[in-house]
C-alpha cells in the first residue's frame, strides 16, 4: 500500500478500525495504525473515478513546498481505494490535533466553522473562543486559502460550516475537509455537488460549482466570521462584533459584503477580501505633477536654414 506517491490501493489491503464519521455521500474509518482515514463512498456507482484520479495526480503534480502547503490546508484526497475495477473511496490525512476539541463526556469532535459563527452554547462552552482580533484573522485565513486554491486552478464547490475547520492554538489556521468536492475547473466532479442549507448561491442551482459561486460563498465565510451571525448574507446588513476591525477595514469589508450580493461576475475575488481584511492598510498615492515643458524656440527650427557645404579632406593629407 502506498499513499504518498498517488498509486491506487486495493480495499481488501486495508486493515480498518471503527468508523470515525459519516456524511451524506460516505462513511470515514480509520485505519488500524491510526496513520491515515478512509472514506468509503455509500453508492460507488455514483462516483467518477477519473475525477477522483484528478485530483490525486493533481497533488503529485506540485512541488514540494506546494504540496506541504495543500497538505496544511486540506484533508487531500492522497490516493483512490478501488476492489474489482470500482473506485469505493479514497485515503487521506487526520484533521490536525490543534483542530479538535474535546467535550464534557471526554469525546473528541473536530473543530468546525459552526463553533465560530455562532454564538456559545452550553453545550459547547469547552472550546475556546477567539479574541476579535483573533476572528479577523481567522476571516482572511479563509480568503487566503480560497485564493490559493483558485490560483490553483481548483473550483471548492461546498463551502460551509461543516467542512472548514479553525484552530486559534498555537497560532490561528484553517483546514478544508471533505476535499473529494473540489475540482479542476472545467473538469467533472467526483460525485453529484452536495449542497448545505444557507450556504448556496441564490442565482443558480445548488448542485452548480464555479469560481463565481465559491466569491459568493466567500463573502458568507467572512461576514458570518467576523458577524458572529450563521445567516448574515449579502444583501443584509452587517454587523461586526465589537473591536474586530477598524474603521477602514470595516467600511472596506461592509463594501465588498454589499458587492457580493450583485450578478454573477461581479462578486468580490479573495484578494480583495484579503486587502479589504488585511492589518496594513492601504496607501493613497497622489500622481505625480507632470514636469514643464521646456520652451522651444520654433524659429530655430521652423525658419529657413543655411546650408553651407562642408569641405572633406581627401584620404591620406
Not at 486495508?14 to 468508523?19: C, Q, S
Not at 473536530?110 to 482580533?133: F, G, H, S
Request: with cysteine.
Amino acid at each position: 500500500m502506498s499513499a504518498e506517491d498517488g498509486a491506487d490501493v486495493t480495499r481488501s489491503s486495508l486493515a480498518l478500525r471503527d468508523r470515525v464519521g459519516s456524511g451524506g455521500q460516505g462513511d470515514v474509518h480509520a485505519l488500524a495504525d491510526g496513520s491515515l482515514l478512509f472514506k468509503e463512498y455509500k453508492d460507488p456507482s455514483k462516483v467518477n473515478g477519473t475525477a477522483l484520479a484528478d485530483l490525486v495526480a493533481f497533488r503529485q503534480s506540485l512541488g514540494q513546498s506546494d504540496r506541504d502547503h495543500l497538505d496544511a490546508l486540506a484533508a487531500w484526497p492522497l490516493c483512490r481505494v478501488v476492489e474489482e475495477g470500482r473506485t469505493l473511496g479514497f485515503l487521506m490525512r487526520r484533521a490536525p490535533a490543534d483542530m479538535t476539541w474535546r467535550t464534557a463526556a471526554g469525546s473528541m469532535k473536530l473543530l468546525e466553522l459552526q463553533y465560530l459563527i455562532r454564538p456559545p452554547k452550553v453545550a459547547w462552552q469547552e472550546v475556546a473562543q477567539p479574541t476579535p482580533e483573533q476572528r479577523r484573522v481567522l476571516a482572511l485565513a479563509c480568503v487566503e486559502a480560497i485564493g490559493w486554491f483558485h490560483s490553483a486552478g481548483l473550483v471548492i464547490g461546498d463551502i460551509s460550516q461543516a467542512n472548514v475547520l479553525w484552530t486559534i492554538t498555537p497560532g490561528t489556521a484553517v483546514h478544508f475537509l471533505d476535499c473529494d468536492g473540489f475540482r479542476r475547473v472545467g473538469r467533472a466532479a467526483v460525485q453529484a455537488q452536495a449542497a448545505t442549507p444557507d450556504w448556496n448561491d441564490p442565482l443558480v442551482p445548488s448542485t452548480e460549482a464555479t469560481v463565481d459561486t465559491d466569491a459568493y460563498k466567500t463573502a458568507l465565510v467572512v461576514g458570518r466570521i467576523i458577524g458572529q451571525d450563521p445567516y448574515v448574507m449579502p444583501g443584509k446588513e452587517l454587523k461586526l462584533v465589537d473591536g474586530c476591525l477598524n474603521d477602514r477595514q470595516g467600511t472596506a469589508v461592509r463594501r465588498l459584503f454589499t458587492q457580493a450580493a450583485g450578478e454573477r461576475g461581479t462578486r468580490p475575488r479573495p484578494s480583495e477580501w484579503q486587502t479589504a481584511l488585511s492589518d496594513r492598510g492601504t496607501i493613497t498615492l497622489t500622481a505625480a505633477a507632470p514636469r514643464p515643458r521646456p520652451a522651444i524656440d520654433r524659429t530655430v527650427l521652423d525658419g529657413l536654414r543655411d546650408r553651407s557645404p562642408i569641405n572633406l579632406r581627401a584620404p591620406g593629407r
